[in-house]
């Protein structure tokens, strides 16, 4: 339960008939966006806060290219096989 000034109640009856059972779900939905809203506001405070590093990763700074995973090559057909096509 919760009270709203004679304005917003008159707005919230045009928007969400509290006759239907749309003005329930018309709140929680509200509610779910003002929550998540405070929560992204509180990142991106803490972001500007402390922001990410402005410069890009080098590939290098994690391992030497001799180091680096390497695509497993295509394996190869014997000469002169073909597969066959498919009906």
């Given at each position: 339960?919760?009270?709203l000034?004679?304005?917003?109640a008159?707005?919230?009856?045009?928007?969400?008939?509290?006759?239907?059972?749309?003005?329930?779900?018309?709140?929680?939905?509200?509610i779910?966006?003002?929550l998540?809203?405070?929560l992204?506001?509180?990142?991106?405070?803490?972001?500007e806060?402390w922001?990410?590093?402005?410069?890009?990763?080098?590939?290098?700074?994690?391992?030497?290219e001799?180091d680096?995973v390497q695509?497993p090559?295509?394996?190869?057909?014997?000469?002169?096989r073909?597969?066959?096509?498919?009906?």
């Amino acid at each position: 339960m919760i009270q709203l000034d004679d304005a917003t109640a008159a707005q919230l009856e045009k928007v969400a008939p509290g006759s239907s059972r749309k003005r329930s779900e018309f709140l929680r939905g509200v509610i779910a966006r003002a929550l998540h809203e405070t929560l992204e506001h509180g990142t991106r405070k803490a972001y500007e806060k402390w922001p990410d590093e402005t410069r890009a990763v080098e590939p290098g700074d994690w391992a030497d290219e001799a180091d680096a995973v390497q695509p497993p090559s295509k394996p190869r057909r014997a000469p002169g096989r073909r597969s066959k096509a498919r009906t």
